[in-house]
């Protein structure tokens, strides 16, 4: 841009504070380079006070346009006009002159109290805190005592006057430190402020184990977790942390619960008092319930998958293993039943066993490909709705392994074709296409052998009833 420009920067809070700038940049380009020092943490009163109030409280705008040669002199026509206007200049020239001149002051007071140094005396740091010309300070969040407040902006990464606000306050400064004015006999000057914000140095217990820690710290270290997690759970940010409730306690010792330590308590009633009941797809109206503690401990007593009980309970699916399953209250004796559990079973799994020759399936889509049939058409078979398939009787089986016959199981074959007994094996056939089937004789052979008993069969022999 073309010449330079004298700014400023004021707080909006009221506190007074302003920055007289110059810059041959644009306004935007200067803010931005300030803010950076600040979060550089760069020690001059401007950038510490940025940091200190916050970026989004401070107002900035342009002054006037001048020359580059004359830009120096109109700063400092600007800075003495806010002087005398009673504002708090935070120009790094004006305030050297500040701090010379209030340590003039300071060694004509140590002058007069019989030298600059005397303040290492008890009795005159007696006086002196009295007087208030000395303020010890501690930091209750790091738990660290300065014996003044030069001493606390020196080690400390908040300003002077960020640590004498917090003290007289008892509101934590933007770095999240909480400081407080100590008295003659060292302990800490509460104020209404510290008392609100009392909670940074409560005593934490475990609402599990009903262990009291002094503080977070303490507790932290003895769970070997970080103390931020435990003072989250405390401040009803998180339920639980390794499965404990922490929270603060008052200066009664009184629990201070938050919302997430209620419903914390809530789930862990719900889970105390719920249980597990299976019952019998016959048992329709739920009146025989097996309960259990657990999932796993129904699982393997009931042989059931163990990771479908839940989809079960909550009526995702209507069974598992021939089991409805339920969540059980503990307290009023009864159970959690869902749409799903009210509704009747559409699809049930179950065992199939061929009448024929004794042999035994976990489902009829395993006896089909054993028998190269067809699976609904062995179901059709079991439920009684065909006499056979491919020539064979199915049926299904109870959980006692009886087979379940129904009136179609009874009923006599119509038979078709040739009526056939064979001695080696003992049995009757339907046909010589039944016989072929099972014994694998080609058809045209076992038809010529019951016109020619001379054909070989592999050892066997038929002959028509």
Same mark, same amino acid.
């Given at each position: 841009?073309?010449?330079?420009?004298?700014?400023?920067?004021? $707080?909006?809070?009221?506190?007074?504070?302003?920055?007289?700038?110059?810059?041959?940049r644009?306004l935007?380009e200067?803010k931005t380079?300030?803010?950076?020092?600040?979060?550089?943490?760069? =020690?001059s009163?401007?950038?510490?006070?940025?940091?200190?109030?916050?970026?989004?409280?401070?107002?900035?705008?342009?002054?006037? %346009?001048c #020359?580059?040669e004359?830009?120096?002199?109109?700063?400092?026509?600007?800075?003495?006009k806010?002087?005398?206007?009673g504002? !708090?200049?935070?120009?790094?020239?004006? *305030?050297?002159?500040q701090?010379?001149?209030?340590?003039?002051?300071?060694?004509?007071? @140590?002058?007069?109290?019989?030298?600059?140094?005397?303040?290492?005396?008890? #009795?005159?740091?007696?006086?002196?805190?009295?007087?208030?010309?000395?303020?010890?300070?501690r #930091?209750l !969040?790091? #738990?660290?005592?300065?014996?003044?407040?030069?001493?606390?902006d020196?080690n400390?990464?908040?300003?002077?006057?960020?640590?004498?606000?917090?003290?007289? *306050?008892?509101? =934590?400064?933007?770095?999240?430190n909480?400081y407080?004015?100590?008295?003659?006999? @060292?302990? =800490?000057? +509460?104020?209404?402020?510290?008392?609100?914000?009392?909670?940074?140095?409560?005593?934490v217990?475990?609402?599990?184990?009903?262990?009291?820690y $002094?503080?977070?710290?303490?507790?932290?270290?003895?769970n070997?977790?970080?103390a931020?997690?435990?003072?989250?759970?405390?401040?009803?940010?998180? +339920?639980?942390?390794?499965g404990?409730? +922490?929270? +603060?306690?008052?200066?009664d010792?009184?629990?201070?619960?938050? =919302? %997430?330590?209620?419903?914390?308590d809530?789930?862990?009633k719900?889970?105390?008092?719920?249980?597990?009941?299976?019952?019998?797809?016959?048992d329709?109206?739920?009146?025989?319930?097996?309960?259990? $503690?657990?999932?796993?401990?129904?699982?393997?007593?009931?042989?059931?998958?163990?990771?479908?009980?839940?989809?079960?309970?909550?009526?995702?699916?209507?069974?598992?293993?021939?089991?409805?399953?339920?969540?059980?209250?503990?307290?009023?004796?009864?159970?959690e039943?869902?749409?799903?559990?009210?509704?009747?079973v559409? &699809?049930?799994? /179950?065992?199939?066993?061929c009448? $024929?020759?004794?042999l035994?399936?976990?489902?009829?889509?395993?006896?089909?490909k054993?028998? /190269?049939?067809?699976?609904?058409?062995?179901?059709?078979v079991?439920e009684?709705?065909?006499k056979t398939?491919?020539? &064979?009787?199915f049926?299904?089986?109870?959980?006692n392994?009886?087979?379940?016959?129904?009136?179609?199981?009874?009923?006599?074959?119509?038979?078709k074709?040739t009526?056939i007994?064979?001695?080696?094996?003992?049995?009757?056939?339907?046909?010589?296409?039944?016989?072929c089937?099972? !014994? @694998?004789?080609?058809?045209?052979?076992? *038809? /010529?052998?019951?016109?020619?008993?001379?054909?070989?069969?592999?050892?066997? !022999?038929?002959?028509?009833?």
């Amino acid at each position: 841009m073309d010449g330079s420009i004298i700014y400023f920067a004021k $707080d909006n809070l009221g506190l007074g504070l302003i920055y007289i700038g110059k810059t041959n940049r644009t306004l935007e380009e200067r803010k931005t380079e300030h803010e950076n020092s600040a979060l550089n943490r760069d =020690p001059s009163p401007i950038h510490k006070a940025l940091i200190e109030y916050g970026f989004r409280n401070w107002e900035w705008g342009e002054i006037q %346009k001048c #020359n580059a040669e004359d830009v120096k002199l109109r700063e400092k026509y600007w800075i003495k006009k806010h002087l005398k206007s009673g504002m !708090t200049v935070l120009n790094v020239t004006h *305030t050297a002159k500040q701090t010379k001149n209030k340590s003039k002051s300071n060694s004509k007071i @140590g002058s007069i109290m019989g030298g600059k140094n005397v303040w290492k005396s008890e #009795n005159a740091k007696k006086w002196m805190i009295i007087s208030e010309k000395l303020k010890p300070v501690r #930091n209750l !969040t790091r #738990n660290i005592d300065y014996h003044s407040l030069i001493h606390a902006d020196k080690n400390e990464i908040d300003s002077r006057p960020g640590i004498t606000r917090s003290a007289k *306050t008892g509101i =934590p400064t933007v770095n999240n430190n909480l400081y407080v004015f100590l008295g003659i006999d @060292g302990n =800490p000057i +509460f104020t209404d402020g510290h008392l609100k914000n009392k909670t940074r140095t409560k005593r934490v217990k475990n609402r599990d184990t009903g262990k009291i820690y $002094d503080s977070v710290k303490e507790a932290a270290e003895k769970n070997s977790v970080s103390a931020g997690v435990i003072g989250g759970v405390c401040k009803g940010d998180y +339920f639980t942390v390794n499965g404990y409730s +922490f929270c +603060f306690l008052d200066d009664d010792q009184n629990e201070i619960l938050k =919302p %997430k330590h209620l419903e914390n308590d809530k789930r862990k009633k719900e889970k105390y008092n719920r249980q597990f009941a299976a019952y019998l797809i016959e048992d329709n109206n739920y009146e025989n319930p097996k309960v259990f $503690d657990t999932t796993k401990e129904l699982a393997e007593t009931l042989n059931v998958n163990q990771s479908k009980i839940p989809g079960v309970c909550r009526g995702e699916s209507s069974h598992t293993s021939g089991w409805r399953i339920a969540y059980f209250n503990r307290e009023n004796n009864q159970p959690e039943l869902t749409e799903t559990h009210r509704k009747p079973v559409k &699809k049930l799994i /179950r065992k199939v066993k061929c009448l $024929d020759d004794g042999l035994e399936f976990d489902n009829a889509s395993k006896a089909a490909k054993y028998y /190269r049939s067809i699976r609904s058409q062995i179901q059709l078979v079991c439920e009684g709705s065909l006499k056979t398939t491919n020539g &064979k009787k199915f049926a299904y089986l109870d959980r006692n392994g009886n087979e379940i016959i129904t009136n179609k199981h009874n009923e006599s074959l119509r038979w078709k074709g040739t009526q056939i007994f064979c001695p080696q094996l003992g049995k009757k056939f339907n046909s010589i296409k039944h016989f072929c089937d099972e !014994t @694998g004789v080609p058809h045209g052979r076992a *038809t /010529r052998h019951l016109k020619k008993s001379s054909i070989n069969l592999g050892g066997l !022999t038929i002959h028509k009833i």
